[in-house]
């Protein structure tokens, strides 16, 4: 069975980091396209935040998350994180990290992924 386990996520100031952990059990990351990001703040769509590709590593970004936040991924712990710097009160909301087991479109497309976390909420306030 396929899990996807998100962590890491907590209050914290504006200015301040966090990173977040999603531990894929039931496959390995060797066997994914790639693995994202999306993020869904109260009263909003959930919309992608990051994105890296397993066969080189690609990654892509949200405009909001360029300059502050970097994937990266740790193949022997099944593991891709999600490290947060920077972060503004506008990063609040519940983080969910996805697998796209065979390319499914778009990267920032919610219908490309075939698995779910069940997410980490993050807030950021003063």
């Known amino acids: 069975q396929v899990q996807l386990v998100e962590s890491g996520g907590d209050l914290v100031q504006p200015g301040g980091s966090l990173r977040l952990s999603c531990v894929a059990s039931g496959f390995t990351t060797l066997d994914y396209y790639a693995i994202a990001w999306f993020r869904q703040a109260p009263g909003k769509e959930r919309e992608g935040v990051s994105w890296?590709?397993?066969?080189?590593?690609?990654?892509a970004y949200a405009d909001s998350a360029k300059g502050r936040f970097t994937i990266f991924r740790d193949s022997a712990k099944s593991t891709v994180y999600l490290q947060m710097d920077g972060l503004k009160v506008e990063d609040t909301g519940v983080y969910y990290c996805a697998a796209d087991l065979g390319y499914g479109g778009y990267w920032y497309n919610r219908g490309a992924y075939d698995y779910w976390g069940q997410g980490t909420q993050v807030t950021v306030s003063s």
């Open positions: 890296i590709r397993h066969s080189d590593g690609s990654t």
